[in-house]
């Protein structure tokens, strides 16, 4: 073992608890398994009354989804317009 000024270790034997030089970035195998989801709510501001939905991408296609579901929970008729 390598000693430096006042008996100390050098910087090129100093190992982490994980067998490695410091410096080193350690090996490990790691499988990420996130499965995604993104929530989105509404809320009637007079009855705070709220509806959550959650999909598992943002896009055009699940947001005509859930706006389809969000109508139908709400009853609003597929006749009736906005603005």
Not at 1 to 28: D, H, N, V
Request: include cysteine; hydrophobic fraction near 35%.
């Amino acid at each position: 073992m390598q000693r430096g000024l006042g008996g100390f270790p050098t910087r090129y034997c100093i190992k982490t608890r994980y067998g490695r030089a410091l410096g080193e970035r350690p090996i490990a195998i790691v499988q990420h398994r996130y499965q995604w989801l993104y929530v989105y709510g509404f809320v009637q501001p007079k009855t705070g009354k709220t509806l959550w939905y959650l999909i598992p991408r943002v896009n055009t296609e699940w947001l005509n989804l859930v706006y389809k579901s969000f109508a139908k929970d709400v009853g609003i008729s597929p006749k009736k317009k906005c603005c």
